[in-house]
């Protein structure tokens, strides 16, 4: 996204040849960096392959995009559950439009990203329990979406979701709840384009883990 500045009429003068010049130097063209959002579900992370395609793909998308990347480290992050006091408490600041709170960053950062990635390994036909956290941090209405007369509308920035799963068996994506769900909050928070990026098998024996996985990394440049 680019801005441009035009100068206002008093910057120019007309020149003994009549023609307009302006008083100041160019002004230069200046470039908006997008913001890519980095949603860290991993445990293990120097070993977990999840975190190594997730990171690969951040990388390249940074290049490719110019962007700047936000990591967010969930395992680091030490988010709690709602409880009673905590929903109540969201709830009236909510009512009163009043989303400047510490308690709503989660979701202000994920509605101000340009391209969002997240990466959770498939636990339990979902994810871990921490992105659920997260997510109930995050989906919160007058924020990433609202509520009109023909329903739910998003308010989210981003226009794609990269999903980065790997699974010790073999699951088809439309049969991960992990991915199911975020392809449909997806849709509740305004980003039309989810797409998962999976690895299958990697606790059945095979050759070579690691090139199964450089495989997949060796892809992403098609995938994006």
């Given at each position: 996204m680019?801005?441009?500045?035009t100068?206002?009429?008093?910057?120019?003068k007309?020149?003994?040849?009549g023609?307009?010049?302006?008083?100041?130097?160019?002004l230069?063209i200046?470039?908006t960096m997008?913001?890519?959002?980095?949603?860290?579900?991993?445990?293990n992370?120097?070993?977990?392959?999840?975190?190594?395609?997730?990171?690969?793909?951040?990388?390249?998308?940074e290049?490719r995009?110019?962007?700047?990347?936000?990591?967010?480290?969930?395992?680091?992050e030490?988010?709690?559950a709602?409880?009673?006091?905590?929903l109540?408490r969201r709830?009236a600041?909510?009512?009163?439009k009043?989303?400047s709170?510490?308690?709503f960053?989660?979701a202000r950062?994920?509605?101000?990203?340009?391209?969002?990635?997240?990466?959770?390994?498939y636990w339990?036909?979902?994810f871990?329990?921490?992105?659920?956290?997260?997510?109930e941090?995050?989906?919160?209405?007058?924020?990433?979406y609202r509520?009109?007369?023909?329903?739910?509308?998003?308010?989210?920035?981003a226009?794609?979701?990269?999903?980065?799963?790997?699974?010790?068996?073999?699951?088809?994506?439309?049969k991960d709840?992990?991915y199911?769900?975020m392809?449909?909050?997806?849709?509740l928070?305004g980003?039309?384009?989810?797409?998962?990026?999976?690895?299958?098998?990697?606790d059945?024996?095979?050759?070579?883990?690691?090139?199964?996985?450089?495989?997949?990394?060796?892809?992403?440049p098609?995938?994006?």
């Amino acid at each position: 996204m680019f801005l441009k500045r035009t100068r206002p009429a008093f910057l120019w003068k007309i020149s003994t040849r009549g023609k307009c010049v302006p008083l100041l130097p160019k002004l230069k063209i200046l470039k908006t960096m997008k913001k890519l959002l980095f949603v860290n579900a991993c445990v293990n992370r120097g070993t977990s392959r999840t975190c190594r395609i997730a990171g690969e793909l951040v990388s390249l998308l940074e290049k490719r995009e110019d962007c700047e990347v936000s990591e967010l480290i969930l395992e680091e992050e030490k988010m709690q559950a709602l409880t009673s006091e905590t929903l109540n408490r969201r709830s009236a600041l909510s009512a009163g439009k009043d989303f400047s709170g510490e308690m709503f960053r989660y979701a202000r950062q994920f509605r101000e990203a340009d391209c969002v990635v997240i990466a959770a390994p498939y636990w339990d036909l979902g994810f871990p329990a921490m992105l659920k956290i997260y997510i109930e941090s995050v989906s919160i209405p007058g924020i990433v979406y609202r509520y009109g007369e023909c329903g739910p509308a998003g308010l989210c920035r981003a226009e794609k979701i990269y999903y980065v799963t790997t699974r010790g068996g073999h699951v088809d994506d439309e049969k991960d709840l992990g991915y199911v769900t975020m392809a449909e909050l997806g849709k509740l928070f305004g980003i039309g384009d989810v797409r998962c990026i999976s690895l299958n098998g990697l606790d059945i024996p095979a050759d070579d883990i690691d090139s199964i996985v450089k495989k997949v990394i060796d892809s992403l440049p098609d995938r994006l």
